[in-house]
């Protein structure tokens, strides 16, 4: 649908664009794997315990990290629109395009993120806003557009 055709004010800026379902998700998780790990570590017998090595739970450790450390780059996605540029934050990378770089945004039925054209032809992911969270999502795509037409 074009931007012309939809209607409504753009937003006011900065305005930041962060997924709702993940951000739940990840904190639900992990809180969860962080209990239900505890209490299977309490539960183990003393002596089982004991017997692990110094390097068999730097390694249990290691991947709890891994896991904090996947689901922080999930959580922190996010889309920010300010009158000089687009910042797009997916994981862990940063990517500031100017108002003139991004030429649209889209977000097809089933798609996973919306996906921003940029000018020299080639397409980047905006994992901040998730297609998961439905009409959240599709007003956040109406809301830059209208953004996008504006500049």
Known sequence: ????????????LPRTWRPLGVRLAGWVFGVSLLIVVTVAWLAVPAGVRDATTFLQRVTLL??????????HALMRCRVTATTEHLVVVNGYRRHDYDWAQVLGVSLPA????????L?????????????SDGERARTAVRELRLLLQRS
């Open 62 to 71: 290691g991947f709890v990290a891994l896991g904090i450390a996947i689901m």
């Open 110 to 117: 089933g798609a996973p993120w919306a996906t921003l054209d």
């Open 1 to 12: 649908m074009p931007a012309g055709s939809e209607g409504g004010a753009a937003p006011s």
């Open 119 to 131: 000018a020299d032809g080639t397409t980047v992911s905006a994992m901040g806003i998730q297609g």
